[in-house]
């Protein structure tokens, strides 16, 4: 298995309260992602990074937040947590070869926000 | 903006039958199609991928085409197993960003 890890595994946060979720890589891949998993609406693009410092919005930003300082680490926050949130979020990074490359997924967290 | 669909959503095969699950992309810049699967608990991992370059290509059970000129591309698998149940998602990617189909859950049933 690649080495991203995803911590916590699980949590459960009270509505309007900030939640950080945290994405490690051992591949120093260059691109990181973070997804959410919904019931009917698959894997959602939520930011994406492709450096340090360099991230970028994806189809479902709003109400989240994302730093990476250092290669390995990619964080996600929710600013003001809504019920809306409650998800399970994934990780993934990949290399990046224009030609195309495999994104190598975390396990997971599961995030139900009350 | 970038849409990837999938059908069927979810899919029940005998054991030993064939499973098809097909996806549709908009983006005509997309050149890289892997498919992914999911069991449960676990984060996807991909199974068989495909450039666009390429129209066909398979691996032991499983097989992937690629129709460019209608944005088609599809998953086949064969001799389905017990094992082979999980949720399969298709992707398109372009460039670095990776636009998933909504995912079928396919049943093998013994």
């Known amino acids: 298995d690649a080495g991203i890890t995803q911590s916590p595994r699980h949590k459960v946060t009270e509505t309007g309260t900030p939640v950080t979720l945290r994405c490690h890589q051992t591949e120093n891949h260059r691109y990181m992602y973070w997804y959410r998993q919904d019931p009917g609406h698959g894997l959602r693009l939520i930011h994406y990074s492709y450096g340090v410092k360099d991230t970028d919005k994806g189809e479902v930003s709003d109400g989240y937040s994302v730093s990476r300082s250092k290669t390995e680490d990619f964080l996600l926050t929710l600013e003001s947590a809504t019920s809306s949130q409650t998800s399970v979020y994934f990780c993934?990074?990949?290399?990046?070869?224009?030609?195309?490359?495999?994104?190598?997924f975390g396990q997971g967290t599961r995030l139900t926000v009350v | 903006g970038e849409n990837v669909e999938q059908h069927p959503s979810t899919l029940s095969v005998q054991e030993g039958d064939s499973a098809v699950i097909k996806c549709t992309y908009s983006d005509s810049a997309s050149n890289y199609f892997p498919w992914y699967k999911q069991e449960l608990g676990k984060g996807p991992q991909l199974i068989i991928d495909?450039?666009?370059?390429?129209g066909e290509k398979k691996d032991q059970r499983i097989a992937v085409t690629l129709n460019k000129t209608a944005k088609h591309f599809s998953l086949h698998i064969t001799e389905t197993q017990p094992e082979d149940s999980a949720v399969y998602f298709c992707?398109?990617?372009?460039?670095?960003?990776?636009?998933f189909g909504t995912g079928t859950r396919l049943k093998v049933l013994a």
């Open positions: 495909i450039r666009s370059n390429v």
């Open positions: 993934a990074i990949s290399n990046g070869a224009r030609q195309g490359t495999e994104a190598f």
């Open positions: 992707a398109a990617s372009g460039t670095y960003k990776y636009i």
